[in-house]
């Protein structure tokens, strides 16, 4: 189909992922669902050192982690601390990327994060 680009969710680093990171794939947007964050950066970018392969980082939904009830009209439910403890997660998020950026040598390979 001529497409660059592909997107999945990611838990954990398995076989069935390692076979799609293999793909000639160049892009690879995912939604990062993993406490482990800065070790999935450590590792796509020792991998794919390299490879040209540029890799960016998420979440599912994040407009939607504001919200409990998941109703739109709702807007009662998004509370200044809720918009705090988002902005919190993400800068965490943000950290363990660049942290691991910087400790991991590696070359022609890019790990980016982004919300959502």
């Given amino acids: 189909m001529g497409s660059n680009t592909i997107k999945f969710r990611v838990r954990s ?18 939604w990062a669902e993993t406490e482990e964050l800065s070790e999935l950066v450590r590792y796509l970018l020792k991998t794919y050192s390299g490879t040209g392969k540029t890799f960016y980082l998420g979440h599912w939904e994040g407009d939607w982690m504001l919200r409990v009830s998941g109703n739109t009209k709702d807007e009662d439910n998004v509370t200044p601390a809720k918009i705090q403890k988002m902005i919190d997660w993400l800068n965490t998020r943000q950290r363990a990327v660049d942290d691991a950026k910087r400790v991991t040598p590696h070359s022609v390979v890019e790990v980016y994060h982004y919300t959502d």
């Fill in 13 to 30: 680093i398995g076989d069935d992922e390692r076979r799609v990171f293999e793909m000639p794939f160049a892009h690879y947007v995912l």
